[in-house]
């Protein structure tokens, strides 16, 4: 009776074991099948072109519109007085004032004689200039502010000019035949940028590309939603004004449009179009 026992305990032993043996045997058959079979099908999802353009056209939109971002932050971080006193804004104490004296053929005059005078004082403070045969002359190390310039030569009128010296030099001056004097108001007053103006203008510029920066950011996301394709393509217009790094940003954003313009029917709009 107990060797009877013990083969049953020992067989009941065996048979369990070789039961736990085969189910785990059967789990580690089928992991390995559902892992292959999913890995298939994400291998058909990548390979379908119209889905591997709008990826490739969704990450350069946001790419571009990244560029935006950067470039809008630099903007708003950059100082303005930097511009300011950069030499486009910056005043010259003195200049050489140079010109051209012609008659009213056009040819030049030679010989005139030309006089710098002080407004306030009404003393001359620059003389015994003569225009050349090509009727140009010059003033060497003027200040810059409000002056009189008397032109003279016998059988012309007396030309006085009022101006005030600029880079650019003075307009030609026209000698007319006859007696007298004559007038000729040359004075124009600008005035420079002030420090407010080149705040509010750059603060301005990077709040507009930021904005369109952003706009470009959500059109990188209406690509991958393909609901709307006119929406998307006008959010895609918009961030092109980010200007990210200059060119670089809207050339990625304009060939992001191409792309998604060879797949717009899979777009949902598209699609109720062509249904109807």
């Known amino acids: 009776m107990r060797q009877r026992v013990r083969s049953k305990l020992i067989d009941s032993r065996i048979a369990s074991r070789k039961r736990e043996q085969q189910a785990e045997g059967e789990i580690v058959v089928q992991a390995p099948q559902l892992e292959e079979v999913g890995f298939l099908e994400l291998n058909e999802q990548e390979l379908t072109d119209g889905e591997r353009r709008r990826r490739i056209a969704s990450a350069l939109v946001m790419i ?19 511009l300011l006193n950069s030499s486009i804004f910056q005043s ?20 005139v004689s030309i006089e710098l005078v002080d407004i ?34 016998t059988g012309y009128e007396t030309v006085i000019l009022l101006f005030v010296p600029e880079p650019i030099g003075i307009s030609p001056i026209t000698m007319v035949a006859g007696d007298g004097e004559r007038v000729v108001d040359d004075y124009t007053k600008t005035e420079g940028w002030s420090l407010d103006n080149a ?68 777009f949902a709009d598209q699609q109720v179009e062509e249904a109807l």
């Open 92 to 111: 010259t104490d003195s200049l050489d004032i140079h010109g051209f004296v012609l008659d009213e053929a056009g040819e030049p005059v030679a010989n």
């Open 199 to 266: 705040v509010a203008l750059a603060t301005f510029e990077g709040l507009f590309t930021l904005g369109c920066a952003l706009v470009g950011v959500h059109a990188s996301f209406e690509i991958k939603r393909k609901k709307r394709y006119r929406r998307t393509q006008a959010l895609c217009w918009v961030g092109l004004f980010s200007r990210g790094m200059i060119i670089f940003g809207p050339t990625l954003i304009l060939v992001g449009m191409i792309l998604i313009m060879f797949n717009k029917e899979d």
């Open 120 to 153: 306030d004082s009404g003393s001359a403070i620059k003389q015994n200039i003569f225009s050349d045969e090509n009727g140009r002359y010059v003033i060497d190390a003027v200040l810059v502010q409000e002056y009189e310039l008397h032109l003279e030569k």
């Open 64 to 82: 571009g519109a990244l560029m935006g971002i950067l470039s809008g932050t630099l903007i708003l971080q950059g100082n303005p007085s930097g």
